[in-house]
């Protein structure tokens, strides 16, 4: 049976104006749990986009069919706690060039105005860059999302994918994950971008402050550290 098949037992705080699609953004004005920050800031570090939508900002995330736990729970996450439609998400079929076929999911909040300060802080000039406040939200839970959006499991460490940001900021992420938690990383040139990678002696106490956090199918993504 497909994880959507499954129900999900929806709280009663869906019956707020806020869970309402109808809902207007400028009557969305939070505050949020830090948890759903977390949540958001630590995939936008990953595979999520902020998106302006009329007066506000929505959260998008698009990942591939195959990590279908980690999709379904995510969108519990937000549908549970009033932020996004609890209706699951629709499958999408994408011919790219060379004739492959993707198969992904896609998984937006609602338009929210509180949340134009999350688009402000990461695309300043239309670009996306890492916040400077970015080390208030990078709990256990948000580098648990962060790596199951973008991490790589190597024989004696992990690789995260930040391609999309230049070398100032993948530092500045290893100096955050250095002051918050005691992990050393550094980034690392990958053609002409760079990614974060994880040093071995760390992944142990990595492993440690993130499995709690993680999808079981996605426990593989700290390699030989996952027990």
Not at 11 to 19: A, M
Not at 74 to 96: D, M, N, Q, V
Not at 110 to 121: G, R
Not at 134 to 155: E, N
Request: with cysteine; hydrophobic share 35%.
């Amino acid at each position: 049976m497909s994880f959507w098949a499954e129900p999900y037992d929806w709280p009663t705080c869906l019956c707020l104006p806020i869970c309402n699609p109808h809902t207007r953004a400028l009557r969305r004005i939070g505050p949020h749990n830090y948890d759903v920050l977390s949540l958001i800031m630590g995939s936008m570090l990953g595979d999520s986009n902020a998106e302006r939508h009329g007066n506000g900002t929505r959260i998008r995330l698009q990942q591939e069919s195959s990590n279908v736990e980690y999709l379904r729970w995510f969108h519990k996450f937000l549908a549970s706690r009033g932020y996004c439609s609890t209706t699951k998400p629709k499958l999408h079929i994408r011919t790219e060039k060379g004739g492959k076929v993707r198969h992904y999911y896609q998984i937006r909040t609602w338009t929210f105005s509180s949340f134009n300060w999350i688009y402000e802080t990461f695309y300043p000039k239309g670009i996306k860059v890492v916040p400077l406040n970015i080390g208030d939200y990078i709990s256990p839970l948000a580098l648990a999302v962060w790596i199951m959006d973008y991490a790589t499991a190597l024989p004696y460490g992990m690789k995260i994918t930040t391609n999309s940001f230049c070398y100032k900021d993948v530092l500045f992420l290893c100096e955050v994950l250095r002051e918050k938690y005691g992990i050393v990383a550094r980034p690392n040139k990958d053609g002409d971008q760079w990614v974060l990678y994880i040093h071995s002696e760390s992944m142990s106490n990595l492993s440690k402050i993130v499995k709690p956090y993680m999808v079981p199918s996605m426990h593989y993504k700290l390699g030989r550290y996952q027990t």
